[in-house]
T-cell receptor
Framework: DQQVKQNSPSLSVQEGRISILNCDYT??????FLWYKKYPAEGPTFLIS?????DKNEDGRFTVFLNKSAKHLSLHIVPSQPGDSAVYFC??????????FGQGTRLTINP | KAGVTQTPRYLIKTRGQQVTLSCSPI?????VSWYQQTPGQGLQFLFE???????NKGNFPGRFSGRQFSNSRSEMNVSTLELGDSALYLC????????????FGPGTRLTVL
């Protein structure tokens, strides 16, 4: 039972353009959603989160949108930079610090 | 401010052995969560400790156990190791009160031969 799904295993974007990473979920009990970025051989790095009662949260180049009726969230990175190349995970928080992760999307920013 | 530290970083064990992994959270954080990352299953929640008590548990067999000490440091133990236990084990810490962002350590890479 995959409660959080990232249907695109990989995404390639030109430097300077917008990167849009998508995530779908099935569990209505998630109270927060988070995005993490991961480089090989390192732990995930927290990027941005959004409460389930909000529909948008912005932090610098990163914006997360939440559509509760569609059970869908997306992460927008504008403008994309080479250092953004990494694997991105979305996760739902299921209370008491329990995160349920998607399978990840590998983002490659091309110069 | 020091981040989450995990020791050891790499470990090789054989089937049937047991292993103990250690995690030191960010100073002041009282919650420690453990996750297993494998290529096939992705990142999966093992358990979470807050103030020395296990608050939440994932769907792993009883061979996986953990504990937390009064200084918030945590250990996880895997007994009777199986080949499928080969994975990257990550711990994450947070303040723990209601919802807080979790900050991850670099992980311990366990290989079971």
């Amino acid at each position: 039972d995959q409660q959080v799904k990232q249907n695109s295993p990989s995404l390639s974007v030109q430097e300077g353009r917008i990167s849009i990473l998508n995530c779908d979920y099935t569990n209505s009990m998630f109270d927060y959603f988070l995005w993490y970025k991961k480089y090989p051989a390192e732990g995930p790095t927290f990027l941005i989160s959004i409460s389930s009662i909000k529909d948008k949260n912005e932090d610098g180049r990163f914006t997360v949108f939440l559509n509760k009726s569609a059970k869908h969230l997306s992460l927008h990175i504008v403008p994309s930079q080479p250092g953004d190349s990494a694997v991105y995970f979305c996760a739902g928080n299921q209370g008491a610090q329990k995160l349920v992760f998607g399978q990840g999307t590998r983002l490659t920013i091309n110069p | 401010k020091a981040g989450v530290t995990q020791t050891p970083r790499y470990l090789i064990k054989t089937r049937g052995q047991q292993v103990t992994l250690s995690c030191s959270p960010i100073s002041g954080h009282r919650s420690v969560s453990w996750y297993q990352q494998t290529p096939g299953q992705g990142l999966q929640f093992l358990f979470e400790y807050f103030s020395e008590t296990q608050r939440n548990k994932g769907n792993f067999p009883g061979r996986f156990s953990g504990r937390q000490f009064s200084n918030s440091r945590s250990e996880m133990n895997v007994s009777t190791l199986e080949l499928g236990d080969s994975a990257l084990y990550l711990c994450a810490s947070s303040w723990g009160e209601a919802y807080n962002e979790q900050f991850f350590g670099p992980g311990t890479r366990l290989t079971v031969l």
